[in-house]
């Protein structure tokens, strides 16, 4: 990730947004149903957020776990905030499976094989649906 790509317009579809966030669904062959929950101000880390900032951002993160686990069902959920030269707050919610192109690894390490991965368009909608239900 560039570390001017979070102050751009996302590349991905916005799922999601208010003044201070945006959940957008990230499109990767490897990983379906995988999200980003971003802060849109340049606040370099959690500690840098106030305590109710850091709530909705957990809150978002959160819900976002809730529609991959009960929709797309993955065998574990990986949520990680790395952003090592990206200058935002942002957390990835990404489904994992065990045989997934990384595992036992994580998606940034070696990749084992390529499968692509397989969501219907009605499992990603109840994703979509979801989170936008539980945030208006």
């Known amino acids: 990730m560039d570390k001017r790509e979070l102050c751009q317009p996302p590349v991905y579809p916005i799922v999601w947004k208010n003044s201070k966030f945006r959940i957008i669904e ?29 709530d909705e951002l957990m809150k978002l993160v959160f819900i976002v776990e809730s529609a991959i686990k009960v929709f797309y069902k993955p065998d574990k959920i990986n949520l990680a905030s790395l952003g090592n030269l ?4 942002h957390w990835h919610v990404i489904p994992r499976f065990y045989d997934d192109n990384h595992f ?8 084992k094989k390529f ?20 945030l208006n």
């Open 86 to 89: 990206t200058p935002h707050v």
């Open 26 to 54: 990230i499109d990767d062959p490897s990983y379906s149903a995988y999200y980003r929950v971003e802060h849109t101000q340049h606040i370099k880390e959690m500690t840098d957020l106030d305590e109710k900032e850091r």
């Open 104 to 111: 036992p690894g994580s998606i940034w390490s070696e990749q």
């Open 115 to 134: 499968k692509k991965t397989k969501i219907s368009s009605q499992v990603r909608k109840n994703i979509n649906s979801f989170i936008i239900n539980k």
